[in-house]
């Protein structure tokens, strides 16, 4: 069976502009998750989506948004982007979410902000 | 946000040595994850520790959680460089929505 799928990959920015990163979730999988993993720190919370609606939302600038699509594939939009955004963002697949499923991560998409 | 101490930060060793990574924090956890990362990669679940005290085995990794629930040690024995990653702790937010990470331990296994 297929994981977390993301595209793209890897992805060159300069500040202001903004991207889109998508994510396919585990096929059965209705929630997805978003984590920003700057290098050398550990993954930072930034949403999560159940059924095409938000559940949660860490600590981010408004210029971070997301959606869940019906199909449950998700894009995360960001906006104004400085050079701090670079880092790598993870999306995570879970049955349900919460605390009592486990989340499948996907190999990320490396943003880089010159 | 609940705060997770990792330490060391880096770990390089030799293939054949023993090993102990720590997660440390002042809040209760009703229960606590431990994920490798390798690079290219994202984080892969390796055990979820639930009851004070616990000890679980994977293979040669032991993974226990204190008796307050406040930290949980990683021991790796004989460690091969196929154990070469990036070794996270992480516990569920209150709210249930959110995994809170440590930074993580990079641990580095050369033949």
């Known amino acids: 069976d297929a994981g977390v799928t993301q595209s793209p990959t890897h992805l060159i920015k300069t500040r202001g502009q903004h991207v889109t990163l998508r994510c396919s979730p585990i096929?059965?999988?209705?929630?997805v998750s978003w984590y920003q993993q700057v290098l050398g720190q550990g993954p930072q919370f930034i949403f999560q989506?159940?059924?095409?609606?938000?559940?949660g939302r860490g600590n981010f600038p408004d210029r971070f948004s997301a959606r869940q699509f019906p199909n449950y594939s998700s894009e995360l939009n960001v906006n104004a982007l400085l050079l701090g955004d670079s880092a790598l963002y993870l999306c995570?697949?879970?049955?349900?979410?919460?605390?009592?499923?486990?989340?499948?991560f996907g190999p990320g998409t490396r943003l880089t902000v010159l | 946000t609940q705060l997770l101490e990792q330490s060391p930060q880096f770990l390089s060793i030799q293939e054949g040595e023993n090993l102990t990574v720590y997660c440390n924090s002042s809040?209760?956890?009703?229960?606590l994850q431990w994920y490798r990362q390798e690079p290219g990669e994202g984080p892969v679940l390796l055990v979820t520790?639930?009851?004070?005290?616990e000890v679980k085995k994977l293979k040669r990794l032991t993974f226990q959680f204190g008796d307050a629930r406040k930290d949980s040690s990683l021991h790796i024995t004989a460690a091969q460089p196929g154990d070469t990653g990036l070794y996270l702790c992480?516990?569920?937010?209150?709210?249930?929505?959110?995994?809170?990470f440590g930074k993580g331990t990079s641990l580095l296994v050369t033949p």
């Open positions: 995570a697949s879970s049955v349900l979410g919460g605390a009592s499923d486990t989340q499948y």
């Open positions: 096929s059965g999988h209705k929630s």
């Open positions: 989506y159940y059924e095409k609606e938000e559940r």
């Open positions: 809040s209760v956890f009703s229960s």
């Open positions: 520790v639930v009851t004070g005290g």
């Open positions: 992480a516990a569920w937010s209150n709210s249930g929505y959110a995994l809170n």
